[in-house]
């Protein structure tokens, strides 16, 4: 399966969990990779790590000026991008019932999982348009489709992303430009430090369930779904630990 070998992919959120793994399996299956995120000082560690394959680059999904700007920020050997991966997304201020929290931490859990992934999007499909073949890889979440009490905000984002990538595959099919969502059920990242910026509860959050999968798995599941012919789709890929 040697047809990702010198493909460009763009990974966003690649400072930490599954973008980061994502972005050093892609760079052991051939792909050269834009490690994309907020924090530029963990990033240029990941990108010495993984050598000539991987390049750095600042970038915050909600600002649209910086994503505006992305390719003229980028050597002109790294601007054909091939693949997307939209892995951008927090629940900063989550679990808990929709009246306790905020408005504005509702809307920052929205501008991130949604427009975010929306804005870079918009900006990246347009060279897939221009060259009739590309590859966008949503990280939904298992939330996308299936609901729960005190994740309001954050289900409704990842339900969104679901409808999106579907609408989106729909709008590309037959033009060589292809549309993969992936639904991880619960990762162990730092994504709940994030959400509560607490590591002791964030790691009782994670033992309390009996299984969680790894970056590791999820960034395996995105290669496999690159990896197929091109006349293959994997459409929705809901991956869950075999406890759950």
Same mark, same amino acid.
């Given at each position: 399966?040697?047809?990702?070998?010198?493909?460009?992919?763009?990974?966003?959120?690649?400072?930490?969990?599954?973008?980061?793994?994502?972005?050093?399996?892609?760079?052991?299956?051939?792909?050269?990779?834009?490690?994309?995120?907020?924090?530029?000082?963990?990033?240029?560690?990941?990108?010495?790590?993984?050598?000539?394959?991987?390049?750095?680059?600042?970038?915050?999904?909600?600002?649209?000026?910086?994503?505006?700007?992305?390719?003229?920020?980028?050597?002109?050997?790294?601007?054909?991008?091939?693949?997307?991966?939209?892995?951008?997304?927090?629940?900063?201020?989550?679990?808990?019932?929709?009246?306790?929290?905020?408005?504005?931490?509702?809307?920052? @859990?929205? $501008? !991130?999982? =949604?427009?975010? #992934?929306?804005?870079?999007? /918009?900006? *990246?499909?347009?060279? &897939? +348009?221009?060259?009739?073949?590309?590859?966008?890889?949503?990280?939904?979440?298992?939330?996308?489709?299936?609901?729960?009490?005190?994740?309001?905000?954050?289900?409704?984002?990842?339900?969104?992303?679901?409808?999106?990538?579907?609408?989106?595959?729909?709008?590309?099919?037959?033009?060589?430009?292809?549309?993969?969502?992936?639904?991880?059920?619960?990762?162990?990242?730092?994504?709940?430090?994030?959400?509560?910026?607490?590591?002791?509860?964030?790691?009782?959050?994670?033992?309390?369930?009996?299984?969680?999968?790894?970056?590791?798995? @999820?960034? $395996? !599941?995105? =290669?496999?779904? #690159?990896?197929?012919?091109? /006349?293959? *789709?994997?459409?929705? &890929? +809901?991956?869950?630990?075999?406890?759950?």
């Amino acid at each position: 399966m040697g047809h990702l070998d010198g493909k460009i992919a763009l990974v966003t959120g690649a400072s930490a969990g599954i973008g980061k793994q994502t972005s050093r399996i892609l760079v052991d299956a051939g792909v050269r990779v834009i490690c994309a995120a907020r924090r530029l000082p963990p990033l240029e560690t990941l990108a010495a790590e993984l050598g000539d394959a991987a390049i750095a680059l600042e970038l915050d999904v909600c600002d649209a000026a910086s994503v505006h700007s992305l390719d003229s920020r980028l050597p002109d050997q790294w601007r054909g991008i091939d693949i997307l991966i939209n892995n951008a997304g927090h629940d900063a201020g989550g679990r808990r019932p929709f009246h306790q929290g905020s408005i504005d931490e509702w809307s920052a @859990i929205l $501008e !991130t999982n =949604v427009m975010g #992934l929306v804005r870079v999007t /918009h900006k *990246v499909v347009e060279t &897939m +348009v221009s060259r009739s073949r590309g590859h966008i890889v949503n990280i939904g979440s298992i939330a996308g489709i299936q609901p729960y009490a005190t994740g309001t905000i954050y289900s409704g984002s990842k339900h969104a992303v679901h409808g999106f990538s579907e609408s989106l595959r729909l709008d590309y099919a037959g033009t060589g430009i292809r549309v993969t969502e992936i639904l991880p059920g619960l990762v162990r990242t730092d994504f709940a430090m994030t959400r509560w910026n607490d590591d002791v509860k964030a790691a009782a959050f994670y033992d309390q369930t009996e299984q969680c999968l790894s970056p590791e798995d @999820i960034a $395996e !599941t995105v =290669v496999f779904a #690159l990896e197929q012919p091109p /006349h293959v *789709v994997l459409s929705q &890929m +809901v991956v869950l630990p075999s406890s759950g």
